[in-house]
Every structure is written in C-alpha cells, then in structure tokens.
C-alpha cells in the first residue's frame, strides 16, 4: 500500500516538536510539503499558504492542520473543498459551529477528518479508564497547572479571542475524563481569571457534575513555576486512581501501575491512516463544549496583566 501523500499546514512549535518526528518514523505517510506564513522547513518543499501548496501539489491527499485555532476553520474547509482528508490539532477550531460545518462537508463529500485530542493517546488513560468501569466513582479532582512561558513562549495568539487561554492546556484534562468517566459531564459553576491586558483567561476553576450527581472539580492555572502538575485524582468505592504527568502514569492506592514513554502523536498518525483510506470521520466534542459551556456561563475576574 502506498504511502499517503499529506502536508503540514502551520509549522510551529508543536509542529516541529511533534508532528514532524511522528510522521518521520510513520511509513504509512509521505511528507510532501509544508504551508506556514513565518517558517520553512529544511529539504522541504515549503508555502506561504495552502492555497500555493496545494496548486503546486494537487497530488497531495490529506493536510494536518498545526495553525492556530483563530484560522484553522477557514483553512480546513478550503482544505475538503479541495477534496483533501483533514487533521485537526486541538481545539478543532475556534468554536463549536466551526467544528459542526466542517463535519457536514467532510460527510458530504466523503472526507476523512480527525478532530485529535492527544491526552487521549497517553499511556495510563485507556488502563485508567479499564479501572474504573466495574467502580463506583466518588469524587474526581483535576489539577492542571503549567508555566506558560516554558511551554507557549512567545505565542501571543494564546491570549487572542479564540486562544483559550488556560484552557488550551486545560482541555487535555477534559479530554481524558471525558474518555474514562461516566457520561454526559455538565458544568455547574466556574470562575475565569483574565489578565487585564489579555482576552482569554491565564487561569479557571470548574465544577462538574457527572451521572448520579458525581462532583468533579478542576483547577486550570498558567501561572505555575517549579513542578508542572498535570494530575486526576479519583476517589472510588473500591481505591484510589492517580493518573499524572498528563496521562501517562497511573497509581492505584500508591502503587504504580502504568509508566510508558510519550507515544501520544505517533498513536494519533496511527489512527488517522485508516480514516483516510476509509474515508472515516473522527469527531468528539465532549471537551470542546465543556470549554464553550465555561465561556458562556463562568463569571469572569480581572487579576494583574501578564507578562511576557
């Protein structure tokens, strides 16, 4: 079988960090070209957009989207106008209505698109999840804290309407309890904290509520220094589940269960080749509305500005 032909669009840090190395030791693809307005990759044919990419390369067949949320709609639709399969870095987009058109022309035209939310692929969260199906889950406590500028230095479009703010990092946490506990999670309350020079929040509090009235409470917050905690904490009538360093280690009552080396980009290309040649959608949105629902419904306070 042939390797698919596919281009990066966005060639950013998690571009180069991730996605690169990912479909370097993946023979089921072919790196033909890159699309980014800033930077160029090395022995790569590269574009200034999409538009140029695809006219120089009509025979590429899929596109992975690394651009930032503000401006992935737009070009992911371009994208299936021109009958390509689409991959979509997290968020899917800016907004839940983005998201809903670009999965009815994928439908219509018979396109693969992936919206991906890489947490899911970390090691401990399919155990996890394993666990605590035959439990009685008591309380869930999701502690995501992270130093903005180690991992999204300079990237001012974070702190732009439709950057998420914290919740960039934060729904990687809602992603994988969405996974592995019980359906559907509403929100019940929370609390935003918006720089006063920016437009999204650098840190949030959120009260869930799952089936049965389970509480499950979650602290975002960009401002952490020293050790990142990347932690869910599940209390069940049967033991303790710890899943931390974002999913990829898992305790049960103290004792570690699952330890496993990053592999969550290389899993997600896995997935994606059988949805192209399948011609497959892959869209979950649980996370994505949780974040809408915190947009819409949190109270909001203003804390001191940030800086770079």
Wanted: glycine share 6%; proline share 7%.
């Amino acid at each position: 079988m042939s390797p698919i032909q596919l281009a990066i669009i966005g060639l950013g840090k998690i571009a180069r960090d991730q996605h690169l190395p990912s479909l370097a030791a993946n023979p089921n693809y072919h790196l033909v070209a890159v699309a980014s307005p800033h930077n160029k990759l090395d022995g790569t044919p590269s574009y200034p957009n999409i538009e140029t990419l695809l006219r120089e390369h009509p025979e590429i067949e899929a596109v992975s989207l690394c651009c930032t949320p503000q401006v992935r709609y737009e070009i992911a639709r371009y994208a299936l106008e021109q009958n390509k399969h689409v991959m979509l870095e997290k968020p899917p987009g800016a907004t839940l209505n983005e998201v809903a058109g670009l999965v009815d022309m994928a439908q219509q035209r018979q396109l693969a698109l992936f919206a991906t939310w890489h947490s899911r692929e970390a090691a401990a969260v399919e155990p996890a999840r394993e666990w605590l199906a035959g439990r009685t889950i008591r309380s869930v406590q999701v502690t995501w804290k992270e130093d903005v500028r180690v991992w999204h230095p300079g990237q001012a479009w974070i702190w732009k309407a439709g950057g998420l703010g914290v919740f960039d990092p934060g729904i990687n946490a809602l992603s994988i309890i969405t996974r592995i506990l019980p359906q559907p999670l509403v929100l019940k309350d929370a609390e935003l904290h918006f720089p006063s020079n920016c437009e999204t929040p650098i840190a949030a509090e959120l009260t869930l509520q799952g089936p049965g009235g389970l509480p499950v409470r979650a602290e975002f917050d960009f401002r952490q220094t020293g050790p990142q905690s990347w932690d869910i904490d599940i209390e069940t009538d049967d033991g303790r589940l710890l899943l931390s360093k974002g999913g990829s280690v898992m305790h049960v009552d103290g004792k570690q269960t699952v330890s496993a080396p990053d592999r969550e980009y290389a899993n997600l290309y896995a997935r994606f080749a059988p949805l192209v040649r399948e011609r497959r959608l892959d869209v979950d949105l649980a996370a994505f509305r949780l974040v809408a629902d915190a947009f819409m419904c949190g109270r909001r306070s203003v804390v001191d500005p940030f800086i770079e």
